[in-house]
């Protein structure tokens, strides 16, 4: 029975799915609304009026609150912010991932217009807004080859049904103008491209040049084209520079060829200095993160993207991926210290191997229980298995005092020692354990706002500690026995009082 326990709590932990923190309820949704870069403002307020009133519709919805254009941390003009705050939950009929599930086809039939909604965590890692809970990066040097492939990317990922939500910022609706400067021609004027940048920031840049202040207000006096010029190439080919060389003004084309107007992003966005593309997504119901994860990898294998466009996870993702990776450290080096502080308490090597092996059933009833309630072995598990461990070896430690007093002071068997030892402690063993045991139950039987992030605490507990009562009290003295064996038939045979030598004598 300890065997089996050993591989199937090594089975567990490499076969359940894995996450990070769960997806808590605190009845607080956010959203990011994208639509045509090249979008009227009056349009746009329209559009999300619209989404607005849909959303307030919804019985589960306490306010909601909008803005439009570069604010709350929108890029563009075609980007808005919603924040919507939820009744309490004994007061509404879904969660706020069902919420969002819910109102996601009826937002869809506004036109023109996509909002992309996620449910605010209390404990959020990452700087920035993002549109969906998780994100992946895309980078690389050549700003065309990584726009190509990130929208190959996309389009994979839109089929695969583990992700819902799934968005990338980048937008090439806009309008742009190319203009490419002839150095040679702008240094024989004695003109350098920073001049001819200022003049170009003079003319769409809004810079301010002065500032007026009355007994009531101030109003600033901002540089740039009339209205009507903006947007148009021919406002381009009227500029003119003042040479430093000769003084005179020279036509903006004499030192640059302006390209016609042409489809490109609205923005170029950045990240380890070079040119960047954010995919954000959710996750689909019961899907882990350790599947999505996984899956976008194979994907990107899949659609055969080069090695030049690297990827990385960004905040969550990125956070689970470092702690997936650390988590087998973490547990031996749990293990690793009680061995030793153990080794030192009884002067034994054998000794907290027995203390130790309660753990692995304890294992198995944590994980149990997780699959059972549908839960991933997340960090939040990680924390109830390491309680676990400081727990559940008390069995061994409760058996193993007494039946090492019994052996040295009463000169009796191990197997004797033992068996006093399991009779005699069961009823300690018992109080401890239930009362460890009471103490979690509110934690996974927890109701209210946040509780999803307290709950797999409390079922990891519980589970370990329900299947290791009821079997290490049957398997501690098997393994004590075992190792009592294995270490007098180890030990030297000089060690033994009257035993005689190699050489015969005594």
């Known amino acids: 029975m300890f065997g089996l326990t050993v591989c199937a709590s090594v089975a567990g932990f490499v076969l359940i799915p894995k996450g990070f923190f769960p997806l808590q309820d605190t009845a607080f949704v956010l959203g990011t609304s994208q639509a045509a870069a090249d979008i009227p403002h009056a349009d746009m307020v329209a559009k999300h009026r619209a989404l607005a009133d849909i959303i307030a519709a919804d019985p589960a919805v306490l306010t909601?609150?909008?803005?439009?254009?570069?604010?709350?941390?929108?890029?563009?003009?075609?980007?808005?912010r919603f924040w919507i705050v939820l009744n309490d939950r004994s007061d509404r009929d879904v969660s706020a991932s069902g919420l969002i599930d819910r109102l996601r086809p009826r937002l869809?039939?506004?036109?023109?217009?996509?909002?992309?909604?996620?449910?605010?965590?209390?404990?959020?890692?990452?700087?920035?807004?993002?549109?969906?809970?998780?994100?992946?990066?895309?980078?690389?040097?050549?700003?065309?080859?990584?726009?190509?492939?990130?929208?190959?990317?996309?389009s994979a990922l839109q089929g695969e049904p583990l992700y819902r939500d799934l968005s990338s910022d980048l937008q090439l609706g806009a309008n742009v103008i190319r203009m490419r400067i002839d150095r040679a021609a702008a240094a024989r004027l004695g003109l350098t491209s920073a001049d001819i940048d200022e003049a170009l920031y003079n003319a769409f840049g809004q810079r301010q040049i002065n500032e007026f202040q009355t007994d009531t207000n101030q109003y600033q006096v901002v540089l740039e084209v009339d209205d009507d010029g903006r947007g148009h190439i021919e406002t381009l080919q009227s500029f003119r520079l003042r040479s430093p060389l000769s003084g005179e003004m020279v036509p903006l084309a004499a030192v640059a060829s302006?390209?016609?107007?042409?489809?490109?992003?609205?923005?170029?966005?950045?990240?380890?200095?070079?040119?960047?593309?954010?995919?954000?997504?959710?996750?689909?119901?019961?899907?882990?993160?350790?599947?999505?994860?996984?899956?976008?990898?194979?994907?990107?294998?899949?659609?055969?993207?080069?090695?030049?466009?690297?990827?990385?996870?960004?905040?969550?993702?990125?956070?689970?991926?470092?702690?997936?990776?650390?988590?087998?450290w973490l547990i031996l080096a749990a293990l690793l210290a009680v061995y030793i502080i153990l080794g030192v308490l009884y002067e034994s090597l054998a000794h907290p191997l027995t203390i130790l092996?309660?753990?692995?059933?304890?294992?198995?009833?944590?994980?149990?229980?997780?699959?059972?309630?549908?839960?991933?072995?997340?960090?939040?598990?990680?924390?109830?298995?390491?309680?676990?461990?400081?727990?559940?070896?008390?069995?061994?430690?409760?058996?193993?005092?007494?039946?090492l007093a019994a052996q040295r002071t009463r000169g009796i068997s191990a197997g004797q020692a033992i068996y006093e030892a399991a009779l005699t402690r069961l009823r300690p063993i018992m109080m401890t354990t239930l009362a460890a045991l009471l103490g979690a139950v509110p934690l996974m039987l927890g109701f209210g706002t946040g509780t999803e992030l307290r709950q797999p605490l409390g079922v990891a507990v519980v589970g370990?500690?329900?299947?290791?009562?009821?079997?290490?009290?049957f398997t501690t003295p098997v393994v004590y026995l075992a190792l009592d064996r294995l270490s007098r038939y180890r030990r030297p045979l000089a060690a033994v009082p009257g035993a005689a030598t190699p050489n015969g004598r005594p």
């Open 64 to 80: 909601v609150t909008h803005s439009v254009g570069m604010t709350g941390g929108s890029q563009t003009l075609a980007n808005g």
């Open 108 to 154: 869809a039939a506004v036109p023109g217009i996509r909002l992309y909604l996620r449910a605010a965590q209390d404990i959020n890692i990452g700087a920035g807004q993002p549109r969906a809970q998780y994100q992946y990066v895309l980078k690389g040097n050549e700003t065309a080859e990584l726009y190509a492939w990130s929208q190959r990317l996309t």
């Open 258 to 328: 302006i390209a016609p107007p042409g489809a490109g992003p609205v923005s170029i966005l950045h990240h380890g200095m070079l040119p960047a593309v954010n995919l954000s997504f959710n996750l689909a119901p019961g899907a882990p993160l350790g599947d999505a994860v996984a899956r976008l990898e194979q994907v990107r294998q899949r659609i055969g993207m080069p090695a030049a466009i690297q990827g990385t996870f960004l905040g969550s993702a990125q956070a689970f991926q470092e702690a997936l990776a650390g988590q087998p």
């Open 357 to 403: 092996s309660t753990l692995p059933s304890a294992a198995i009833g944590a994980l149990a229980l997780l699959w059972l309630g549908g839960f991933d072995f997340s960090i939040m598990a990680l924390i109830g298995v390491i309680l676990l461990i400081g727990i559940v070896k008390k069995n061994g430690i409760l058996l193993i005092d007494f039946a």
């Open 464 to 473: 370990g500690l329900l299947l290791s009562q009821a079997l290490t009290l």
